[in-house]
């Protein structure tokens, strides 16, 4: 069944549908969800102001379908593709923001620490992309904190710099 066939439907029984996301409302403004990957988001909308218990569900299940749909490591499209479809059907009478996501600042600064590393050691980007064996534009990304890299990746990225993924105290 198709994503606007299925918005269409009135009473159909949504506990059938199992989502990899997860939402719940916070308060009247802003409801928090969980993507597939564990990434939290908070999007600021009106399903929390609704009165009916049932359309706050449905708003819920639209909400989860459209992070579900769109779920992508490039946390920047996966939420300009979001606000692209919440804006055509409508989802949550509007969604007035999005964040960013819980780990943006982890991404941010994990992307500045590659990128000061490699200019310490006078490597052009297109070089250290070519070593690792990724697009200079992927690294792009990774560098300014725009793209979830995985474990494999960055540990290519980390020796290539002659450095290891390790995990340190926070307090350092």
């Known amino acids: 069944m198709g994503y ?27 409801v928090e969800v969980t993507a597939p990957d564990g990434e939290v988001f908070t999007v600021l909308c009106q399903i929390g102001s609704y ?13 989860e379908t459209l992070f579900d749909k769109n779920f992508s490591d490039n946390k920047e499209q996966m939420i300009n593709n979001i606000w ?38 006078g490597i052009e980007a297109r070089d250290l ?5 990724i697009d200079a534009a992927n690294l792009s990304r990774i560098e300014n904190g725009r793209y979830s890299v995985g474990l494999d990746i960055l540990a290519k990225i980390a020796t290539a710099l002659g450095k290891k993924v390790d995990f340190v105290d926070i307090d350092q």
């Open 4 to 30: 606007t066939t299925i918005k269409t439907i009135k009473n159909m029984d949504l506990s059938k549908f199992k989502h990899q996301s997860s939402a719940q409302i916070i308060n009247r403004k802003e």
């Open 51 to 63: 009165i009916n218990e049932e359309t706050r569900k449905q708003e819920l299940f639209w909400l």
């Open 84 to 121: 692209r479809e919440s804006l055509r059907f409508g989802i949550g009478g509007g969604i007035l923001g999005i964040s960013s996501g819980t780990r943006y600042e982890d991404r941010a600064r994990i992307g500045n620490r590659i990128k000061e590393i490699r200019e310490e050691r």
């Open 129 to 133: 992309a070519r070593l690792v064996g």
